[in-house]
């Protein structure tokens, strides 16, 4: 930069237009503005006149984008600003921003016209254009800009001080072109082309900004909104009805991929949030208002749902084989049964749904009416009881004796060299004398098709006590344990958790005023953590009560497991209660 630049020019310099752009005033969008220092006059003409339109527009675009940046992505997500139409790529899950030059005579350019009727995604875009005759403003309003900025640029590698004059002037003056690009935009970009289901139709745009928010996000929005082409009521029974009527049309049911893809390519389809459509599906799936079927989704109105029954075990007795069975109608109001394998019918017993069902019966099933004929009959439920084996040694005399027990009471066989006891066992009628080396006994229980678990005893060799458990085997302790108040709860959970004991046949409760109770699958088996946080719920949704946690069977990861707990508990045990 020459140093007389640097030092100011003359007066006449001053007084005469740069290239009839520059002077020592800012003539373009405005005159009479502030005078441009003399050192930065002459280093900005530099600059200004070194830029061409074509070499400018990388940065028009660059501040186009940012200004119209969708940060929300209600509306819309991408954004190309003076791009080639090469360069427009349209996705099925976004909208896009086009913003195009203006056209000669204030109409929508032929290319973007063509763009529009030769895609199959229409509906994922929407134009931004206008008033060819305002866009010099914004060429000549960036060149000045980007001039400045490089101004800046060198004062910051100079180590100027930024509360130096110069310095001062150079960002008020960033600042001034920067706003008046700003409202060069306003004045250039005027027309918002959407698509309908009559083709493009233009809306008037004008950008309207608030102290420092130059955000052209809201602006697009609330054009459109007032348009009615986008929506922020996405979960209200109106937008249901348009879904169903718009997107389903007169089939019943589509894949869900084809629902979305007649949004993205239905100029009619209203605009929203991306994911309303996915998280409408969620919620009318999850109210059953519409089914899935795979990748199917079917809307409704559905005939009434048939008749059901839900069984729940509550508790059982594993010395007698009694169950206490809690039976559920759903959508009916008589349940009737039968037992065995006797097929169950309107003929068949009634039952009283009111009061627990307890039954050592093997075999259930169950049939649910409704009496006012609303609902269709449904399919019987069908339930089967378990077959439980219990063992005790004893003495009898010199001789070793081992007894078993089924329950409910069924055919038990047994086998003293390790082989499957149902296919080569003896059968079991009395207690048996266990001969000298005998290691193991295995044994198994059947009735009705209906077997045990195929158990393998080991044969102690005493009779009494911890001797009779293998410490290096998982073991189960059929113990009914209950703790009914809070503190003798988590007194208990924590020794649970030291020991690492899981827990099944549970039941929790939570008790006062008013009382919540949980009852579970007698077959499930739970860890620390799950009933911690069960009980946590409890105390959540109730927070004044004592709480109450009931379990039938400690699960112990070994033998050794289960006796530190007897030493922490000094609780007494029968060697017949524990399982290996």
Known sequence: MPEQARQGSSDKEHEEPCEGRLSRTVLWEGRGETPLPDPIVAKLKDYVSGYTDEGIEPEIRKKLEELFNPEDKDCYQKVFALRSLDEISLDASQVSLIIYKPYAGGKIHPDLNKLYEDATLRNRMMFLTGDAHSMEAIYQN??????????????????????????????????????????????????????????????????????NDYRGERQIVETLKEKRKFTEDVTSDTFVRYVEGKLFGNQKSLPWRDIKSRAAQSPDWLWHKPNALDQL????????????????????????????????EIERDDDTGEVKLKIIPTHGDTIHYEIGDSPVTTASNTLDIQSPFSTKDLKLSFLCVDSKGKHETGEPARWENRITLKHRFFQNGARQMLELQAAPRATIKYTTDGSDPLTAGGVYDSPVEIPDGVKIVVAAAEKHGIRSETKTIRVPEKTAGAANIDKSLPAIWKKRIKKESTAEVFEWMNLLK???????????????????????????????????????????????????????????KSGQYLSDYVNDTREDFKIEDIEQ
């Open 142 to 211: 960036v060149k000045a800009l980007k001039g400045i900025e490089a101004i800046i640029g060198e004062f910051t590698s100079e180590k100027m001080p930024k509360n130096d004059p110069q310095y001062i002037e150079a960002e008020k003056l960033r600042e001034n072109f920067l706003f008046k690009f700003r409202s060069a935009v306003t004045t250039s970009f005027v027309k918002l082309y959407y698509p309908t289901k009559n083709g493009l139709l233009d809306a008037n745009f004008q950008m309207h900004f608030s102290g």
């Open 281 to 312: 599906k969620e919620d009318m799936l999850r109210k059953d208002l519409w089914r899935a079927n795979g990748e199917w989704i079917e809307k409704g109105p559905f005939p009434p749902p048939k008749t059901s029954v839900a069984i729940r």
């Open 498 to 556: 030291k020991r690492e004991v899981d827990l099944s046949q549970v039941a929790l409760a939570i008790n006062g005023v008013k009382w919540i109770a949980i009852e579970t699958d007698a077959q499930l088996i739970f860890t620390h953590d799950q009933i911690s946080r069960m009980l946590a719920f409890l105390q959540e949704v109730l927070a004044e009560g004592e709480l109450k946690l009931e379990a039938g069977k400690l699960h112990f």
